[in-house]
């Protein structure tokens, strides 16, 4: 198995009604940690176009924030600048590490960016081919972000990858084909164990289940519910689909034209929006 090179971060609760509460819930939480990822006003333009304004957030341990809003409304951008892959005009993220440091995220040397990204986050790519190397193997995929993070066993990094491709529901005996082998909703489970072989503590979602069809999505979120339950991860997700981020997320982002016009507990933004904006989103869109 060798290793790859290419990670753009590649560039993710339990089955029953509705997601469970956070462990750490925000802003009244005394005596708990503190949020793991905090961005103040972030700013980022394409050229003369806007792709976000002015996102502040805050992401605490063990949650899955949902971040909805039309195409173009700028959810890709905040997601790559929380993730450190863009790096803001003006704001910031601040990220507390495992050890509870507070790291300005784009002020970091880029080599100790990319151990964080490739070690304690993840980013699942709407895509799966922008998150995976489609020339080797689905276990190298899996094992280049461990050998990446210090793992020197070939032995040991192979057991761990097959682990993971069956974590994932997928057959350990398709360690060795490639990607291009594999169909859309196996990419996007193999994309997810590779992000999660490292153990990471925040996980960027863009689209997870985009483009799957149904009965596929449904498994996919099944099985993301019970990951991110079981590992205590938190995660920012991205979704154009209402019923996935009542699903998945504690809480909800609206946006739009590059800003958050709305945020709440996921419940509460869904079932009873204030803004206009997320009136018609939700009057859009047929919910189960
Ligand atoms: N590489 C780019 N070059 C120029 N403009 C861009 C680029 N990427 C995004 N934009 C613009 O920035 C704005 C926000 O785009 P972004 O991709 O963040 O939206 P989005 O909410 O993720 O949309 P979608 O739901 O379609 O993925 C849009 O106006 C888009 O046209
Ligand atoms: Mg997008």
Known sequence: MSEISTDNMGDDKPAGGGPPL??????????????????????????????????????????ILGLVGESGSGKTTVLKL???????DSGTVRYADGSGTALDLHALPPAKKRLLQRTEMGFVHQNPRDGLNMIVSAGANI??????????????????????LERV??????????????SGGMLQRLQIARNLVTGPRLVFLDEPTGGLDVSVQARLLDLLRKLAANLGLAAVLVTHDL??????????MVMRGGEIVESGLTDQVLDD??????QLLVSSTLET
């Open 22 to 63: 956070p462990p750490s819930s925000p802003p009244d939480a005394g005596g708990e940690p503190g949020p793991i990822m905090t961005a103040e006003s972030l700013c980022y333009a394409y050229g003369d176009k806007t792709g976000c304004r002015n996102v502040g957030l805050e992401v605490w341990p063990g949650e």
């Open 243 to 252: 019923a996935v981020a009542r699903l998945l997320s504690q809480r909800l």
């Open 169 to 182: 529901e997928i057959d350990g005996g398709r360690l060795d084909d490639r990607p291009g082998q594999y």
């Open 273 to 278: 929006p204030r803004e206009p904006y997320t």
């Open 82 to 88: 929380l993730s450190g892959q863009l790096k803001p």
């Open 143 to 164: 094992a280049d972000r461990l050998l990446s993070s210090g793992a020197r066993s070939y032995r040991g990094v192979r057991g761990t990858a097959r682990d993971w």
